[in-house]
């Protein structure tokens, strides 16, 4: 038993001498002098591999900085952010639509960013694009955002069938009524138009309307009533056309173009790959015509891919690594990859030339979106502009559309709405 006990102990005492021969290596320190930030987006998955190609190839060429991309819901995106951020945490950058940054700039979650790009830099974007990034403070527009892609409206057509496309309304319904066939099993539409109010608000300005004046008085139904009467009624006149599909449900109009039963129609830039694949390489793609020969050149909106940055990226080091990536996003040779991937680049110095994409159907559509855009209005960011404005114009169209009120008492009621809510006695 004494025996056993002594084996023990020597045991005991020979493990704790090997033990604390034993050299303890410590983990590594972590690496400070990198700085990492975190950008959130919503893109599809297509456009965000692309989007994860560049990151790849900023982080290589800058190996002191690195940008980690996190994909979040598109739905939940500005309110996740305004939560995030709300709480002390968030991305340090967000890739956002730039009509949610008035909401955004409202809670107090993003960074001006009038001291990020010099004059020069900011000239060579689309300058709608940039107006849609920017926000009216007490009288001053402040960026909030830089855009890095556009969006905007054109019409779309199938060039087996239109070999010169309309450059006028007048000449747009002569050829869409000449090309529908209603007595085929399905009928077959010259035009499918989508009557929405983000299709159609380019010719409210087009047929002379005016919803503000230069100094953001409402004039709806005062100096804009003619021209937005004008507007309504023509809208009516589409929309009771029996050689037209023009309408306000815009399931039916989807339908009809993805079973090839219409040849032309009137959509958004992002909708691009879709008809491409509707009607392959006989797409054609123009700007929005004009309401005569002589006068209306319409005026769509202008949407912006944005990245904007959080309130609270105070660090320098951090400032300094945002503004390389979004100098990097916007540089001619990142601009022509998003080209390629479909969407619409910013940066004028791509001059969009035969060299800068081989596929000259996609690249014929590109000239046209950015004339179009060119031509167009930034689209409103402010939070009345989007929550106030929108809705009333939206009630407006709907009811003189529909026939539920007269263009003149549709005016009327909107005007009223929006004075009483903008400019209180």
């Known amino acids: ?172 319904l002569l050829t869409a009524r000449a090309l529908t066939d209603r007595e085929r099993d399905p009928p077959v539409w010259g035009l499918a138009y989508n009557l929405s109010l983000d299709r159609t608000i380019g010719y409210l300005y087009a047929f002379g309307g005016r919803v503000f004046d230069e100094q953001g008085t409402v004039v709806l139904g005062s100096s804009g009533r003619e021209g937005t009467e004008r507007w309504l009624t023509w809208l009516s006149q589409l929309y009771h056309d029996e050689q037209l599909l023009a309408t306000l449900d815009g399931v039916l109009v989807d339908r009809a173009l993805q079973a090839r039963e219409a040849i032309m129609t009137i959509d958004w830039a992002h909708a691009q790959a879709e008809y491409r694949a509707i009607w392959n390489d006989q797409l054609g793609v123009t700007p929005l015509p004009a309401v005569s020969d002589e006068e209306g050149v319409p005026q769509p909106y202008v949407q912006a891919d944005v990245i904007a940055l959080n309130v609270r990226l105070n660090n320098p080091a951090e400032q300094t690594a945002a503004q390389a990536f979004i100098r990097f996003m916007i540089n001619v040779d990142s601009q022509r990859a998003l080209l390629m991937a479909g969407r619409q680049p910013t940066q004028l110095a791509l001059s969009l030339n035969d060299t800068d994409l081989v596929d000259s159907v996609q690249l014929a559509a590109a000239r046209a979106f950015r004339l179009q855009a060119q031509r167009g209005l930034p689209m409103p960011a402010d939070r009345i502009a989007n929550e106030l404005v929108w809705h009333t114009l939206a009630d407006m169209q709907l009811s003189a559309v529909r026939g539920l009120l007269t263009p003149e008492q549709a005016v009327t009621m909107a005007d009223e709405i929006l004075r009483s809510r903008i400019m209180p006695p």
């Open 1 to 172: 038993m004494h025996q056993r006990f002594w084996l023990y102990c020597l045991l005991f005492l020979w493990l704790l001498t090997q033990t604390a021969c034993v050299r303890v290596t410590p983990a590594p320190a972590p690496t400070t002098g990198r700085v990492v930030l975190r950008l959130w987006h919503a893109w599809p998955a297509a456009e965000a591999r692309v989007l994860q190609t560049l990151v790849d190839q900023f982080n290589q060429a800058y190996p002191e900085l690195q940008v980690v991309l996190q994909s979040r819901p598109a739905v939940s995106l500005p309110s996740d952010v305004t939560t995030a951020v709300g709480e002390g945490g968030g991305p340090h950058l967000v890739l956002i639509q730039s009509h949610t940054l008035g909401a955004l700039a409202q809670h107090g979650v993003l960074r001006s960013l009038d001291d990020m790009l010099s004059g020069s830099e900011l000239n060579s974007l689309l300058p709608t694009a940039v107006g849609a990034a920017s926000i009216s403070i007490d009288g001053r527009s402040v960026l909030f955002g830089v855009p890095i892609t556009f969006d905007t409206l054109a019409l779309y057509y199938n060039r087996a069938n239109i070999l010169q496309p309309p450059s006028s309304i007048e000449e747009l």
